[in-house]
Every structure is written in C-alpha cells, then in structure tokens.
C-alpha cells in the first residue's frame, strides 16, 4: 500500500488548509486512516484518525479545529485544518494500517506564518 498526500503549504495564522491523503490499496473500514505530524524539534505525534466503528480520535491540541473524514470506498482520508496557527507547523504524515502493518505517506509540509 502506497499513500499519496496533498494538500500542504504556507498560510498565515487564522487561516485554513485542507490535506488529502489517497491509499493505492484496499484500507479495511476497520483499520485506521489519519494524519501525524512532526513539528520542528519534536518526535512525530498524532493529530488525527478515523475508523468505522471507533469513530474519530484527535490530538488534544486539535480539538475544535480540525475535522477528519473519510471515504471508505475510495480509501480517501483528509484533514481539514482551520483557525490555523504557528504551533501547528510541521511535516504531516498520512497513515494507514492494514493486516496488522503500518504504512507512511511521504509527508507533506505544512508552514502557519504569524
């Protein structure tokens, strides 16, 4: 499985962006699909995951303003990131977990000016 992810770039604090996130193989409804992200200086960490019957895990720091979602027909995943600011710059990573193995897309930057 191979996990392609757009959507990054530059904003200014207060603004929004949108990630998208796109698996080449079958995640089962079952499995989770999200995002991490690794800030400046910092270990990865979880933003976000989604998965059918668990429902919607953020980071504490997320909360209220970003949404997950997902099409689990296309095997989509996105992130939609609003009232943006500097904390939240950093290389966010789209995940996938499938017969018991976790799979990384490549990463995508996210940059929040003040």
């Known amino acids: 499985v191979q996990l392609q992810a757009s959507g990054g770039g530059l904003v200014q604090a207060g603004g929004s962006l949108r990630l998208a996130c796109e698996a080449s193989?079958?995640?089962?409804?079952?499995?989770?699909m999200g995002w991490f992200r690794r800030r400046p200086g910092s270990q990865r960490e979880l933003v976000a995951t989604?998965?059918?019957?668990?429902?919607?895990v953020y980071a504490d720091s997320v909360k209220g303003r970003f949404v997950i979602g997902r099409d689990y027909t296309k095997n989509t995943v996105n992130l939609q990131m609003d009232s943006l600011t500097p904390e939240d710059t950093a290389v966010y990573y789209c995940?996938?977990?499938?017969?018991?193995?976790?799979?990384w897309g490549q990463g995508t930057q996210v940059t929040v000016s003040s």
């Open positions: 995940y996938a977990r499938q017969r018991e193995t976790d799979y």
């Open positions: 989604i998965t059918y019957g668990t429902g919607k």
């Open positions: 193989g079958t995640i089962f409804a079952n499995n989770a």
